[in-house]
Protein backbone atom coordinates (compact mmCIF):
# COMPACT_ATOMS: atom_id res chain seq x y z
CA UNK A 1 0.00 0.00 0.00
CA UNK A 2 1.27 3.54 -1.21
CA UNK A 3 1.41 5.85 1.72
CA UNK A 4 2.45 9.39 1.40
CA UNK A 5 2.64 11.31 4.57
CA UNK A 6 2.43 15.42 4.48
CA UNK A 7 4.01 17.81 7.05
CA UNK A 8 4.44 21.22 7.78
CA UNK A 9 1.27 23.02 7.04
CA UNK A 10 0.11 25.79 9.47
CA UNK A 11 -0.58 29.53 9.88
CA UNK A 12 1.55 32.22 8.67
CA UNK A 13 1.14 35.77 8.33
CA UNK A 14 0.93 37.29 4.37
CA UNK A 15 4.73 37.42 3.28
CA UNK A 16 5.90 34.66 5.58
CA UNK A 17 6.87 31.16 4.77
CA UNK A 18 6.49 27.38 5.25
CA UNK A 19 8.06 24.20 4.16
CA UNK A 20 6.09 20.85 3.27
CA UNK A 21 7.31 17.59 3.50
CA UNK A 22 6.19 14.70 2.04
CA UNK A 23 7.32 11.69 3.14
CA UNK A 24 7.04 7.94 0.78
CA UNK A 25 8.48 4.50 0.65
CA UNK A 26 11.60 4.25 -0.79
CA UNK A 27 10.47 2.09 -4.19
CA UNK A 28 7.35 4.73 -4.26
CA UNK A 29 9.64 7.92 -4.42
CA UNK A 30 12.12 5.70 -6.66
CA UNK A 31 9.70 5.49 -9.57
CA UNK A 32 7.15 7.93 -9.05
CA UNK A 33 7.20 11.60 -10.14
CA UNK A 34 6.47 13.73 -7.07
CA UNK A 35 4.13 16.82 -6.60
CA UNK A 36 1.90 19.38 -5.07
CA UNK A 37 -2.09 20.06 -5.40
CA UNK A 38 -3.66 22.37 -3.15
CA UNK A 39 -7.44 22.85 -2.95
CA UNK A 40 -10.17 25.23 -0.73
CA UNK A 41 -13.62 24.52 -0.24
CA UNK A 42 -16.20 24.54 -3.26
CA UNK A 43 -13.32 24.57 -5.71
CA UNK A 44 -11.54 21.57 -8.23
CA UNK A 45 -8.54 20.84 -6.94
CA UNK A 46 -5.42 22.31 -8.33
CA UNK A 47 -2.13 21.45 -9.74
CA UNK A 48 0.70 23.93 -7.75
CA UNK A 49 4.33 22.41 -8.88
CA UNK A 50 6.19 18.78 -9.88
CA UNK A 51 9.36 17.31 -10.24
CA UNK A 52 10.83 14.51 -12.00
CA UNK A 53 12.60 11.27 -11.00
CA UNK A 54 15.75 12.88 -11.27
CA UNK A 55 14.72 16.53 -9.59
CA UNK A 56 16.09 17.97 -12.81
CA UNK A 57 12.89 19.04 -14.40
CA UNK A 58 10.46 20.91 -12.54
CA UNK A 59 6.89 22.40 -13.21
CA UNK A 60 5.03 25.31 -11.47
CA UNK A 61 1.73 26.85 -11.79
CA UNK A 62 1.73 30.43 -12.82
CA UNK A 63 0.41 31.83 -9.76
CA UNK A 64 3.39 30.20 -7.77
CA UNK A 65 6.36 30.95 -9.75
CA UNK A 66 9.39 32.43 -8.27
CA UNK A 67 7.98 32.15 -4.56
CA UNK A 68 7.86 28.14 -4.45
CA UNK A 69 10.31 25.54 -4.87
CA UNK A 70 10.06 22.02 -4.90
CA UNK A 71 12.53 20.12 -4.56
CA UNK A 72 13.34 15.90 -3.73
CA UNK A 73 15.97 14.47 -1.00
CA UNK A 74 16.50 10.99 -2.24
CA UNK A 75 18.31 10.01 0.72
CA UNK A 76 15.27 10.53 2.66
CA UNK A 77 12.47 10.08 0.10
CA UNK A 78 11.32 13.19 0.65
CA UNK A 79 10.25 15.84 -1.45
CA UNK A 80 9.79 19.17 -0.30
CA UNK A 81 8.16 22.52 -1.28
CA UNK A 82 9.44 25.85 -0.01
CA UNK A 83 6.43 28.45 0.09
CA UNK A 84 7.72 31.99 0.73
CA UNK A 85 5.92 35.21 0.04
CA UNK A 86 3.17 33.74 1.28
CA UNK A 87 -0.70 35.55 0.23
CA UNK A 88 -3.90 34.83 1.67
CA UNK A 89 -5.00 33.33 -1.63
CA UNK A 90 -2.38 30.73 -0.94
CA UNK A 91 -4.59 29.17 2.10
CA UNK A 92 -5.90 25.69 1.12
CA UNK A 93 -5.38 21.92 1.91
CA UNK A 94 -1.96 20.72 0.28
CA UNK A 95 -2.00 17.28 -1.15
CA UNK A 96 1.51 15.26 -2.25
CA UNK A 97 0.89 13.45 -5.00
CA UNK A 98 2.45 10.59 -6.78
CA UNK A 99 2.06 9.48 -10.41
CA UNK A 100 4.17 7.62 -13.00
CA UNK A 101 4.17 10.50 -15.45
CA UNK A 102 4.42 14.10 -14.69
CA UNK A 103 1.64 14.67 -17.05
CA UNK A 104 -0.75 12.74 -14.22
CA UNK A 105 0.87 15.37 -11.71
CA UNK A 106 0.14 18.39 -14.25
CA UNK A 107 -3.31 17.09 -14.78
CA UNK A 108 -4.28 16.26 -10.96
CA UNK A 109 -5.01 12.89 -12.17
CA UNK A 110 -1.77 11.25 -9.78
CA UNK A 111 -1.74 7.58 -8.99
CA UNK A 112 -1.69 8.50 -5.27
CA UNK A 113 -2.36 11.40 -3.03
CA UNK A 114 -1.81 11.83 0.83
CA UNK A 115 -4.06 12.73 3.54
CA UNK A 116 -3.30 16.45 3.03
CA UNK A 117 -1.92 19.27 5.34
CA UNK A 118 -3.55 22.69 6.02
CA UNK A 119 -1.71 25.89 4.95
CA UNK A 120 -3.43 29.48 6.30
CA UNK A 121 -2.65 32.88 5.35
CA UNK A 122 -3.50 35.53 7.50
CA UNK A 123 -3.97 39.12 6.07
Known amino acids: QVQLVESGGGLVQAGGSLRLSCAASRRTFRTNYMGWHRQTPGKEREFVAAISLSGGRTDYTGSVKGRFTISRDDAKNTVYLQMNSLQPEDTAVYYC????????????????WGQGTQVTVSA
Open 97 to 112: AAGRTIEKIQTTTPDY
